[in-house]
């Protein structure tokens, strides 16, 4: 059976799509490493985070090493400031959960794991697609965003977990080049919704024809205040 060109286009849009996710996923890795880990991992997950939002919410691939690049540049210290803390909680929890025997703390301390996790999944997300600053409030709104979408979250992580499983098992070679981005692009797809309509409800709020803001990343300021 012979395929339309409506089909090729189609195989050769999926095809591009799937090398441009090896390819982010070997930038993140590469600036992770670059920045020795700690000072590299939040660089690294705002610049993935920018750059699958503007995939995902605005059909934008511009050249993805270049523009990889430059939006870990972007925000330099505050995605510092903010892989640090993730990552110094995450010591701190360890630590506990290694350390404490009783079974009420362990229990606390797993909770507050889930909890750095979704804040982990989204806060460069918030960085990326808003214009809420201050790291506490990027962690709150971040909370907010994972919570208000739990189920979507809960089905993101089982599909990750299953899909990083599976590579694991039987295409490990694939695992170095799309471990990393895979729960990247499940959070891309869950907020992708949620960003567009947060975008229409307060621009529909706020907007007048007189005053039409330029951007309306800074009109979800408020609204994950």
Request: charged content about 10%; overall charge neutral.
């Amino acid at each position: 059976m012979l395929f339309s060109f409506e089909a090729f286009a189609t195989l050769n849009s999926w095809l591009g799509g799937f090398w441009r996710l090896i390819l982010l996923n070997l930038l993140w890795t590469a600036v992770t490493l670059l920045g020795l880990g700690l000072f590299g991992i939040g660089p690294a997950s705002y610049a993935l985070a920018t750059y699958l939002d503007g995939w995902f919410r605005h059909g934008r691939t511009p050249p993805t090493i270049r523009t990889f690049l430059r939006d870990a540049r972007e925000r330099l210290g505050a995605a510092v400031a903010m892989g640090l803390v993730l990552s110094a909680a995450g010591v701190v929890i360890g630590v506990n959960l290694l350390s404490l025997s009783d079974w009420y703390l362990r229990a606390a301390n797993h909770m507050a794991l889930i909890v750095l996790l979704i804040i982990g999944a989204y806060v460069f997300f918030v960085m990326a697609a808003t214009e809420v600053r201050g790291l506490h409030r990027q962690i709150g709104g971040a909370l907010l965003l994972g919570i208000g979408s739990l189920h979507w979250t809960i089905i993101g992580a089982l599909a990750v977990a299953i899909a990083e499983a599976f590579m694991l098992r039987f295409a490990v070679a694939l695992f170095p080049l799309l471990g990393a981005v895979l729960p990247f692009l499940a959070v891309a797809l869950i907020l992708r919704p949620v960003l567009t309509d947060l975008d229409q409800a307060v621009t529909a709020e706020t907007e007048t024809p007189a005053d039409t803001p330029s951007d309306p990343r800074a009109l979800t300021e408020g609204h994950l205040a």
